[in-house]
């Protein structure tokens, strides 16, 4: 009895789908990974007539959705519920089932051991960090993914992300424009591309006006963060008249800290943030945001891995979505 795809797989070091791809001559798998498997199949005498039988049931009908971040903070941060209504609402009517994974850097052999293990066809990547080596590894593998938010540690790899610098450029703009002259700034993390282009854009928006963008504290997209960072940026300078926070969920965090030491919004400090989750409509004073549409972000997302998994031809590399201010009582 000859070699079956498991062990094509498994000598290639990539999934049962992978193999299926290479043998159908489908686009989308790495040189790398090619080169694998057909050194697998030479090996193994692996006959293409008998890769023909097996290929009905290599797919899954399964992808996964892995987060880069601890369980609890992805099940009580109002973002990724966003991104994953998008990812549930896109799957609607395509009969593919969702594995939610939970991705920490001690279990990460694991994790690539399950993906590339044939469970799954395809993954959909989110909240990296720093060069984190999964997207790359995942790609090598001949595994097909979509990560959210520009991947800061692979190249050619698909990717959908929100226009964070012209969002934040437009806030910028918004704070000079109703005449505030010391705006300062509470970043996201500096080891994610999101945090990086956010302030990028502020930069460039102060810049356009002449204004000093010296005022720069950073949080880690928590509401303690932002209290933390925006007491840090009184303690510098009592004059700040205007803040942009990078993401709304610190600007909750910003305001009671602006609250706490007797400063009133907008009169004292202008504040702007992002995303325009719905916590921003009811914050006190409602919170002037800049809009991406996150339910989109993951509706996208899905949408380029399953085109992918059809065999689409000529897909974006990356698509970049709009962003919008909205313009309520605190800017």
Known sequence: MGARIEEVAREAGVSKSTVSRVING??????????AVHAAILTLGYSPNQAARTLAGSRTNCIALVVSEQGSRVLSDPFFAGVLRGVHAELTGHRVQLVLMMSQQDDEKDLVGYLCGGHVDGALVLS????DPLPQTLVDAGLPIVV????LGASGVPYVDADNFNGALEAARHLATVGRRRIATIAGPKDMAVGMDRLSGWRRGLSESGIESDLVAYGDFTPESGAQAMAELLARDPDIDGVFVAADIMALGALQALHANGKR???????VGFDDLALASTAVPPLTTVKQDVEQLGRTMTWRLLAELAGEEGLPPSLLLPTSLVVRASA
């Open 26 to 35: 489908e686009q989308y798998v790495s040189s790398k990974a090619r080169e």
């Open 128 to 131: 990296l960090h720093g060069q």
């Open 148 to 151: 959210g938010g520009r991947p």
């Open 265 to 271: 919004v907008p009169e004292d400090v202008a504040v």
